[in-house]
């Protein structure tokens, strides 16, 4: 899998010790990690990473995990992305508070790794299946992501690694206008220069992959904004 493909964890936690074992565990289990040691960097680096699950402990120095999730559950930009909060609050009360603030998971500690990282996994299913190996599917298109394959009407299609990351953005999200530098951050990757008009060389490719066994072109593009599935 390369690193754009990777599933982005964004962990916000105060104590370096459990903040560097999670790191080490999500990073052996396939995941790209940033790591925050709190809310004020997290929230930086959440502007500059886009991730895709972010484990936020409630206990932070200076602005709360509770603050901090409720920030970014507020945002238009940030409120599907799922956050699990950690927490030593055990509580009833505790739990619904934190779900209430707009957590979509919330995790006891001491906590076993190997159930968080099916709590992660668990909401990567819902907000990017293809990463878990899902298969995605688009009226007669479908995406196997696990065997890295394409099939429109049960006919296999021929795609190049680019076209199939941009394909499988599209199919995660259909319906969704992704601006040209929001397909450069999710299928190129932030570390990568490429020109914007790149983007709509690889368009074009992906369309022709799709339409090389007939049919109408399903990427839509939307006048000064992006383009879209469907």
Same mark, same amino acid.
């Given at each position: 899998?390369?690193? #754009?493909?990777?599933p982005? &964890?964004l962990?916000?936690?105060?104590?370096? %010790?459990?903040? +560097?074992v999670?790191a080490?565990?999500?990073e052996?289990?396939g995941?790209?990690?940033?790591?925050?040691e709190?809310?004020e960097?997290a929230?930086?680096?959440?502007? +500059? +990473?886009?991730?895709?699950?972010?484990?936020?402990?409630w206990?932070?120095?200076n602005?709360?995990?509770i +603050?901090?999730?409720?920030?970014?559950?507020?945002?238009?930009?940030?409120?599907? &992305?799922?956050?699990?909060?950690?927490s030593?609050?055990?509580?009833?009360?505790?739990r &619904?508070?934190?779900?209430e603030?707009? %957590?979509?998971?919330?995790?006891?500690?001491p906590?076993?790794?190997?159930?968080?990282?099916?709590?992660?996994?668990?909401?990567?299913?819902?907000t990017?299946?293809?990463?878990?190996?899902e298969?995605?599917?688009?009226?007669?298109i479908?995406l196997? %992501?696990?065997?890295?394959?394409v099939?429109?009407?049960?006919?296999l299609?021929?795609?190049?690694? #680019?076209?199939?990351?941009?394909l #499988?953005?599209?199919?995660?999200?259909?319906?969704r206008?992704?601006?040209?530098?929001?397909?450069?951050?999710?299928?190129?990757?932030?570390?990568?220069?490429?020109?914007t008009?790149t983007?709509?060389?690889?368009?074009?490719r992906?369309?022709?992959?799709?339409?090389?066994?007939?049919?109408?072109?399903?990427?839509?593009t939307?006048?000064?904004a992006g383009? %879209?599935?469907?």
């Amino acid at each position: 899998m390369s690193p #754009t493909e990777q599933p982005r &964890v964004l962990v916000v936690e105060d104590e370096p %010790a459990q903040r +560097e074992v999670l790191a080490y565990n999500l990073e052996a289990e396939g995941f790209h990690v940033e790591k925050a040691e709190n809310g004020e960097e997290a929230l930086l680096l959440v502007d +500059e +990473e886009a991730p895709d699950v972010i484990v936020l402990d409630w206990m932070l120095p200076n602005v709360s995990g509770i +603050e901090i999730c409720r920030q970014l559950k507020t945002r238009s930009e940030t409120r599907n &992305v799922p956050i699990i909060m950690l927490s030593a609050r055990s509580e009833e009360i505790d739990r &619904v508070r934190g779900l209430e603030t707009g %957590a979509d998971d919330y995790v006891v500690k001491p906590y076993s790794v190997a159930e968080l990282m099916a709590r992660i996994r668990a909401q990567l299913r819902r907000t990017r299946p293809s990463s878990v190996g899902e298969k995605l599917t688009f009226e007669n298109i479908v995406l196997d %992501a696990e065997t890295h394959k394409v099939f429109r009407d049960e006919k296999l299609l021929k795609l190049g690694p #680019t076209e199939f990351r941009l394909l #499988t953005t599209f199919m995660e999200k259909p319906g969704r206008v992704w601006s040209r530098e929001q397909l450069l951050d999710r299928v190129w990757g932030r570390d990568i220069y490429v020109d914007t008009r790149t983007v709509d060389v690889h368009i074009g490719r992906l369309r022709k992959a799709l339409c090389q066994h007939g049919g109408n072109d399903p990427v839509r593009t939307v006048r000064g904004a992006g383009y %879209a599935l469907g």
